[in-house]
């Protein structure tokens, strides 16, 4: 069983033809709004390329408003287990306000709402009644104590963190001393390791560092180039299959959905990242977060 412990937002997407830079308006857009967030949109990936009927679990914290109850209609009808969303009675929803140019390059605007209210004892007592689960997925778009203490109480009980560390900050060497999987994007491990990403030698010395810090496999995500895995036995580009991109929105989140799900069935991390590069590339050549992720079948079948 996979359970996801993240954010959830409700994405109010412009698409235009450039981003607007600052005191600049840009008019001529078309607008979609739908339920976003790292950590729901690594839940509904998951959810969605897993197979055999299982139900990801998803723990966050939404808004009383109309924009939380959506997202957990959302998520209900994608079949993901909601018993632990919990409802703030103050803050809202959490929102993010996307633009994306005609390259699908984007620009993101978040007010966190109700997910900076998720604390470690919220999670913590939705973990207690999980005692089967084996794979944890995180993000940082919690409070990084709510993510230190969880990554702490499900490595106690045994269970594979993966930690996404986006979006991109400093984190102490403790955090990553009993970490299963990370998968930062260049920024985030530029910045965990102050290594500049320019090419195959420096995202591998970058990988080299976060694996000695403790992490047991590392997963460097390069874009439309691809990915990099690095542990005690692998060291490797996976390239990324061309697409046009349209929205390159949740890339990062449909790769790490994906790659928790490969894991999970016992793939080994180069096909697993095969599997995930496959899934975000279709997510890349549509519109949106959550609506832009790919079914099992799709990708399978562009895998051949
Ligand atoms: P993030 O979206 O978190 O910044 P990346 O940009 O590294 O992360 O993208 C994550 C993954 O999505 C990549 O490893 C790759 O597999 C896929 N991807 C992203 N952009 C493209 C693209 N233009 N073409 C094909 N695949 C892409």
């Known amino acids: 069983q996979i359970i996801v412990i993240g954010s959830s937002n409700t ?3 412009v698409k235009a033809a450039q ?3 600052p005191g600049e308006t840009v008019l001529g857009g078309t607008f979609l709004m739908n339920s976003g967030g790292k950590g729901a949109n690594q839940a509904m990936a998951a959810q969605r390329l897993q197979t055999g009927g299982g139900q990801v679990v998803f723990i966050a914290k939404v808004g009383n408003d109309v924009f939380g109850r959506e997202a957990i209609q959302a998520f209900e009808k994608a079949g ?9 009675r103050q803050a809202p929803s959490g929102v993010a306000l996307i633009g994306v140019d005609d390259e699908g390059e984007n620009s993101i605007m978040v007010a966190p709402g109700a997910n900076a209210n998720l604390s470690a004892g919220e999670v913590s007592d939705a973990l207690g009644e999980m005692p089967d689960a084996e794979w944890v997925m995180l993000q940082l778009e919690i409070p990084l104590d ?7 109480e499900c490595t106690r009980k045994g269970l594979k963190v993966v930690l996404n560390p986006a979006p991109a900050q400093r984190l102490d060497d403790e955090f990553l001393k009993n970490i299963h999987l990370i998968i930062p994007n260049e920024t985030e491990a530029e910045l965990l390791t102050g290594i500049s990403i320019t090419d195959t030698n420096t995202v591998r010395e970058a990988a080299s560092i976060l694996h ?8 460097i995500t390069l874009g439309a180039k691809g990915a990099f895995l690095y542990n005690a036995t692998t060291d490797l580009l ?6 046009e991109a349209i929205d390159t929105t949740a890339a990062g989140d ?6 928790v799900v490969a894991l999970s069935e016992g793939k080994s991390l180069a096909d697993g990242a095969a599997f995930a590069c496959q899934a975000a590339a279709l997510s890349v050549a ?5 609506p832009s992720i790919p079914s099992r079948e799709e990708v399978e079948t562009a895998m051949g």
């Open 19 to 21: 981003l607007p830079g």
């Open 80 to 88: 993901l287990d909601t018993r632990f969303i919990l409802q703030d």
């Open 212 to 219: 000695k810090k403790g992490v047991e496999n590392v997963v």
């Open 286 to 290: 549509r519109m949106g977060a959550q």
């Open 146 to 152: 709510t993510v230190k203490s969880a990554i702490a």
């Open 11 to 13: 994405d109010m997407v």
């Open 254 to 259: 449909v790769f790490c959905g994906a790659l």
């Open 238 to 243: 996976v390239l990324a299959p061309m697409v």
